[in-house]
């Protein structure tokens, strides 16, 4: 499958951002979906999940309560809804699927795909 992220920006502190993230090439609806995102000079880490059917999601302890995953199988689309954005928010966003039988995944070497990426730039 292919994903093709978009949807970030620059903003300031306290502003909201949606990220989409648009597959491609396979039926979309088998895969867990997850948005990683990497800071210059760090790893990239998962900050969120959700399972083929959306019901079961996961949250870095980072972004609990101000960002939240959702997808929509019928347009081949996942997004990240992020809320009160932070100047440590800034980074490389990435949006990843996994072919596999638990709801989600946190380490990222279980990501089959990747998206290009898409930058969010927080400002204070």
């Known amino acids: 499958v292919q994903l093709q992220a978009s949807g970030g920006g620059l903003v300031e502190a306290g502003d909201s951002l949606r990220l989409s993230c648009a597959g491609s090439g396979r039926t979309f609806s088998p895969y867990i979906m997850a948005w990683f995102r990497q800071a210059p000079g760090k790893e990239r880490d998962l900050v969120a999940a959700i399972s083929w059917n959306g019901r079961t999601t996961y949250y870095a302890d980072s972004v609990r309560g101000r960002f939240t995953i959702s997808r929509d199988n019928a347009k081949n689309t996942v997004y990240l809804q992020m809320n009160s954005l932070k100047p440590e928010d800034t980074a490389v966003y990435y949006c990843?699927?996994?072919?596999?039988?638990?709801?989600?995944?946190?380490?990222?070497?279980?990501?089959?795909?990747w998206g290009q990426g898409t930058e969010v730039t927080v400002s204070s």
């Open positions: 990843a699927a996994a072919y596999g039988g638990s709801p989600y995944y946190t380490d990222r070497n279980d990501y089959n795909y």
